[in-house]
């Protein structure tokens, strides 16, 4: 068996980087001008709060194992606190 390059082939390449530009476009437009990416990181960040609060002490150690796991982030993050 001949292992040489098979010149039959020819090598076929695309770039989408503009169809990746236009397709972040349409995802602004579609969020529309009144979006504030501030506002709702704040809203994900008091409903993943709420989601974890009140846990009975097996639910607690389930989290704990969860989060020592890396399968769920602790609740503080590390992220810098809110203004």
Do not use: C
């Amino acid at each position: 068996m001949d292992d040489s390059p098979s010149t039959d082939h020819v090598p076929f390449t695309i770039d989408l980087t503009r169809e990746e530009a236009r397709r972040r476009a349409e995802v602004l437009a579609a969020l529309g001008p009144d979006w504030d990416p501030v506002a709702a990181l704040r809203s994900e960040e008091a409903a993943n709060a709420l989601l974890y609060s009140g846990l009975s002490e097996e639910q607690e150690r389930t989290y704990a194992m969860l989060v020592a796991a890396g399968v769920l982030p602790g609740r503080d993050a590390g992220d810098a606190p809110s203004p």
